[in-house]
């Protein structure tokens, strides 16, 4: 325990102002969305990745990869916005074993029924409140703690091979 780097009053502070800022900023969007769109943020999240991909359709274990994801948790979120008639799941032909989420015109259109009313909350609760420098210095550390657990993923990955 004596090579622990432990916490500074002041880091710890940042820690969890920043983890109780994220924590209520996520509430409350998954609030907002399963109020006004009944979709919980995960599957808007889903519905975006989908809108942006080419042909509006996507490798599962692709949309995992880019919804940040387990394989299992987006195959069940997949088959809900199956029901849904939201997205429709097709075999790759390609790849027996892989699988396409694909979006539907249903799905496009409760994206965009969704979309309005998300954007609105994530900019009075996040982008309101910060000034333009708040902002880019946001981008900023985002950006770098982004880079530093990308770079951390890629070794798990190379260590455990592609899952």
Do not use: N
Not at 51 to 61: C, F, I, K, Q, V
Not at 68 to 79: D, N
């Amino acid at each position: 325990m004596s090579d622990v780097r432990w916490l500074s009053t002041q880091e710890q502070r940042t820690w969890r102002s920043f983890m109780t800022a994220v924590t209520k900023l996520t509430e409350h969007l998954d609030r907002q969305l399963q109020r006004d769109s009944r979709m919980p943020v995960a599957y808007y999240e889903i519905l975006v990745a989908l809108s942006e991909a080419p042909a509006r359709a996507m490798r599962m274990s692709e949309l995992a990869a880019v919804c940040h994801s387990s394989r299992s948790r987006l195959s069940h979120a997949v088959a809900r916005l199956e029901k849904e008639g939201w997205v429709a799941r097709r075999a790759c032909p390609s790849d027996r074993r892989g699988s396409i989420a694909e979006l539907t015109r249903a799905g496009f259109a409760a994206l965009e029924a969704a979309a309005p009313g998300h954007v609105t909350a994530v900019r009075e609760h996040l982008f309101d409140v910060l000034t333009p420098e708040q902002l880019s210095q946001l981008d900023v550390i985002c950006r770098a703690v982004d880079e530093g657990l990308s770079t951390e993923c890629a070794k798990v990955r190379e260590e455990l091979g592609d899952f």
